[in-house]
Each structure stands twice: as structure tokens, then as C-alpha cells.
């Protein structure tokens, strides 16, 4: 079946260094890929999306590429602040109707 | 406009008992999907309710279950509760029916089975 692997962290990072998430998938056909994020005692928000291969998804500063080739999806941003702590789930939407298919989550913290 | 909004927010259950959680969805959105988070499975699709039908159902067995009513809240049922069940159950809404569509999901009821 579908699955999706992310490092789960916790990452942890000086304020206005560089990021990235590592997110790889495996699934049948071509899914649509995610990035959804969760504040603290709040529900999870859709960061960015991306529907096909090469398609990149950006958002606050933030951008992942589809790259169907490495079958990844990996999150960056180039200065990250304070307020980005936050967990961020990695997911994937394949062609049958299973819901989203989520990473175990990467725990971010910024220290100032 | 109101988000999803998730009741209770936590709750404490026994063994063997059964629950119900209820999801209002935002205004307007007719899709509701419901999930469990445990630390050790992490995100787990439970099932989608699209105009009071289910469409979709993950890999749970017959005691979760759900409905959807005519204005689009939903309630999940859980029978005869095992320690296993412990997790935050999260609701998430959409104006559209499956998962490639932006989900919009609540805070989450946090269950407990002692």
C-alpha cells in the first residue's frame, strides 16, 4: 500500500538558518503530494500542495518540489524564524479512496 | 467563518464502554473525514462522509463507526472501547468529496481508555 517516510526529529535549529525535511512516498500511480502543519494545540493547516511531477508548491516562504524520479517531496525554506515551530506532516493523496496518507510528522524547533 | 469544531475536547473512557465524538464542519463544506493519531501509528485514515454517505473507509475494524447528518456534522462512534483506542481523534472538512482536496481539520478530541 501507499506509504510516506519523514525524518521525525525533533530538528532543531538556529533562528534564520536554512531548512529542509526530508520526505519520501511510495505509492501506486501518481499521487497528489502534501505538506500540512501542526501548531501547537491546534488542528493541522495545509502548508502546500503539488498534484503532478515537477510541480512545486510554496507558501510562506516555504517550497517543495515533486520529484517523481527520487519519489520525494522534500520541505525547505531558506530563513526560518521563531514562529515556524510547529510540527509538519508529510502526505500523500493516491488515486483510490483512501484519505490521506501521512509521515509520523518532523517535530521543528526555531531557538531564537 | 468558523472553523471545525471538535466535541468534547477530551474525554476519559473505560474499557468496554462505548464513546461518541462529534465533528461540525465548516459552513458550507459537505466532507467530512475523520482520523486517529497515536504516537506510535501516527495518522490513520477511519472513513469520509460526503452528503450523509460514507465514500471511503480505512483499515479499522466494525467498532469504529459514523454517520453524517443533513447538515453536514458528523459523529464517530466507538464501541466496546480497548486500551488501544487511546489517541486524539481528528475531524477535518472540505467543500469536496476525497482527500486531494485542502483539508480543513479541527483541534481534536483527545480520548482516554483506562
Known amino acids: 500500500g501507499d506509504s510516506v517516510t519523514q525524518m521525525e526529529g525533533p530538528v532543531t535549529l538556529s533562528e534564520e538558518a536554512f531548512l529542509t525535511i526530508n520526505c519520501t512516498y511510495t505509492a501506486t500511480g501518481y499521487p497528489s503530494l502534501f505538506w500540512y502543519v501542526q501548531y501547537p494545540g491546534e488542528g493541522l493547516q495545509l502548508l502546500l500542495k503539488a498534484t503532478k511531477a515537477d510541480d512545486k508548491g510554496s507558501n510562506k516562504g516555504f517550497e517543495a518540489t515533486y520529484r517523481k524520479e527520487t519519489t520525494s517531496f522534500h520541505l525547505e525554506k531558506g530563513s526560518v524564524q521563531v514562529s515556524d515551530s510547529a510540527v509538519y506532516f508529510c502526505?500523500?493523496?493516491?488515486?483510490?479512496?483512501?484519505?490521506?496518507?501521512f509521515g509520523k510528522g518532523t517535530h521543528l524547533i526555531i531557538q531564537p | 467563518k468558523a472553523g471545525v469544531t471538535q466535541t468534547p475536547r477530551y474525554l476519559i473512557k473505560t474499557r468496554g464502554q462505548q464513546v461518541t465524538l462529534s465533528c461540525s464542519p465548516i459552513s458550507g463544506h459537505r466532507s467530512v473525514s475523520w482520523y486517529q493519531q497515536t504516537p506510535g501509528q501516527g495518522l490513520q485514515f477511519l472513513f469520509e462522509?460526503?452528503?450523509?454517505?460514507?465514500?471511503n473507509k480505512g483499515n479499522f475494524p466494525g467498532r469504529f463507526s459514523g454517520r453524517q447528518f443533513s447538515n453536514s456534522r458528523s459523529e464517530m462512534n466507538v464501541s466496546t472501547l480497548e486500551l488501544g483506542d487511546s489517541a486524539l481523534y481528528l475531524c477535518a472538512s472540505s467543500p469536496y468529496q476525497g482527500p486531494s482536496y485542502e483539508q480543513y481539520f479541527g483541534p481534536g478530541t483527545r480520548l482516554t481508555v483506562t
Open positions: 462522509y460526503f452528503s450523509e454517505t460514507q465514500r
Open positions: 502526505a500523500l493523496s493516491g488515486g483510490g479512496a483512501d484519505g490521506l496518507t
